[in-house]
């Protein structure tokens, strides 16, 4: 299964998923959901058994996205603790958040034994552990509210991870499982009923209306609903000055012992690491995660994997790491995701982003909060709670929506005399640099034959100048985190166009 990376994670180990349906001709749907990943087919199965007629277009593959590089953590204990959400939005909405996560992991065993899934599902305790005072201090905040929440937590005096520690918690009712075995068996699922599954098909344009009109690769479809489920929605959106893009790394390691956790576990450092054992296919692994940083501001991506792997080996013994990948997730600025009717488009189009860390849990609690709305026509308390519209519209934005939409920076031409450009013979292969040449901003790659890719800089997204990811070989945004490949496609939205290529042919 391919992913946005050159990397391999380990849920990819599985072929692609074919699909089995027929588009019927000249379909008014009624929910066309745009994203192929757990947020997407959670709600398109929901809403297809409910009797809504559903078509689901997947830019590339399912699981492409972020799915297929998660950790597969199902938790009730959020990356945003309760002690925020309590200071921030009260303590009846930190229970609805606990509520909602709790809802969310029970539809996951719900599906699991409905489908006779098998995605080495687990149910395990959490821990969370503070090595220092200051840490001790918010431990015992986010304990407190984490109880008022109405989560089951206790102290412990032990933690199942060979490091030092002061004083730690554990949570139950938290679990995990193999994300893409389990999103393929929702496919299935979603075909079976009558849904239509479309992949490697991008979303190009949407015209609002009572009907939407969404082009899709080259062709038309029409539906009375649209859901972005794409992590971030694409084109311009007021969601993208409140969700931070942050990049997150993770190894899968096999041990020389059998010093695996049963259970998950959490320290306090900033960026903090996170543990979980995994076994798959009868094959043990130990998943660590960490060294997150916004997209686009880290120099040395492959550097972070170099630091977590050397953190870890600081106290377990490690026979391999047999997978490692990083992923991307995006942070709200208020500390809860956006999950509803989008700001600036019609009341038939919703959203579902901003997960910070806890994308597959989220994710499938948009799916309860969406598929509610669109059958009722009415939000309940999840939605208010959520409604991205908390967010008011600025003054002016929506003109500048008009001018930023997918915008393409030019160059005055599109080739460029290879003769005049400065030299790159000090650029090794598999490297790249952005470079700035006769008043233009070039992102330049050197493939492993030495031959240069060269590409307009500006994202086509608002025209941020993108970034070298080197342990992905990917060229990101750090605006707003859309991800392009060496040769200019779009890997992430929210750009929906690829970057400009740039033709560095000699002049004879």
């Known amino acids: ?22 588009l019927p001709a000249n379909t008014v749907f009624d929910v066309l959901i745009v994203g192929g990943g757990i947020t997407g087919l959670s709600t398109a199965l929901q809403l297809q058994k409910i009797g809504k007629k559903c078509l689901l277009a997947e830019a590339h593959v399912i699981g492409y996205g972020s799915t297929g590089g998660t950790t597969a953590h199902l938790n009730t204990l959020l990356d ?8 921030n939005f009260g303590e009846d909405s930190a229970q609805l958040v606990a509520q909602i996560t709790r809802e969310s992991i029970e539809l996951i065993k719900s599906n699991i034994e409905e489908y006779q899934i098998d995605c080495d599902f687990v149910e395990q305790a959490g821990y969370l552990y503070a090595e220092n005072e200051e840490q001790v201090k918010e431990l015992e905040e986010i304990f407190e509210a984490s109880n008022r929440a109405g989560l089951q937590v206790r102290w412990v005096t032990d933690i199942p991870v060979p490091f030092p520690f002061l004083k730690a918690m554990i949570v139950e009712g938290q679990a995990s499982f193999h994300p893409t075995k389990y999103i393929y068996a929702l496919a299935k699922a979603f075909e079976d009923a009558g849904g239509i599954l479309l992949q ?31 992590h971030v929605p694409p084109g311009v959106n007021l969601l993208h000055f409140r969700c931070a893009p942050y990049r997150s790394y993770a190894l899968a390691l096999k041990l020389s012992n059998e010093d695996y956790p049963a259970a998950q576990v959490y320290d306090m450092q900033d960026p903090f690491h996170y543990f979980r054992t995994h076994i798959t296919n009868e094959e043990k692994f130990l998943i660590v995660g960490g060294g997150d940083h916004k997209t686009g501001h880290e120099e040395n991506t492959e550097a972070c994997f170099k630091r977590l792997e050397s953190y870890c080996r600081s106290h377990y013994d490690i026979k391999e790491v047999a997978y490692k990948w990083s992923s991307q997730y995006f942070e709200p600025t208020d500390g809860l995701p956006y999950i509803g009717q989008l700001p600036g488009n019609g009341e038939n189009v919703f959203v579902a982003t901003g997960f910070s860390g806890n ?14 709305m669109i059958e009722t026509g009415m939000s309940g308390e999840y939605a208010e709670l959520f409604d991205p519209s908390r967010i008011k519209m600025v003054a002016g934005f929506n003109n500048f929506v008009k001018e930023s939409a997918d915008v393409l920076g030019q160059l005055i031409g599109k080739i460029l005399p290879g003769e005049k450009l400065p030299s790159f013979s000090d650029l090794a292969h598999n490297e790249a640099r952005v470079v700035k040449h006769d008043g233009h901003t070039l ?14 800089a500006a994202c086509t997204h608002i025209k941020c100048n993108v970034a070298w990811n080197n342990a992905e070989q990917s060229w990101d945004c750090p605006c707003h985190g859309s991800r392009f490949s060496i040769d200019g496609e779009v890997l992430t939205a929210p750009a929906r166009k690829d970057m400009e290529v740039i033709d560095l042919r000699k002049e004879s």
């Open 80 to 87: 945003n603790y309760y002690n925020r959400l309590e200071k």
């Open 1 to 22: 299964m391919k992913r946005d990376g050159i990397q391999q994670s380990l849920w990819q180990q599985i072929p692609a998923f074919e699909i089995k349906n027929i």
């Open 200 to 230: 490697q098909s991008r979303v190009v344009s949407v015209d609002d209306g009572e009907i939407i009109k969404a082009t899709i690769n080259e062709d038309i479809y029409s539906a009375y609903n649209l859901i972005y489920a794409t």
């Open 359 to 372: 994308g597959i849990t989220l994710g499938v609690a948009s799916s309860i909060i969406l598929t509610g």
């Open 443 to 456: 992102a330049i790659y050197k493939d492993n034959n030495g031959e240069l890719h060269a590409l307009n």
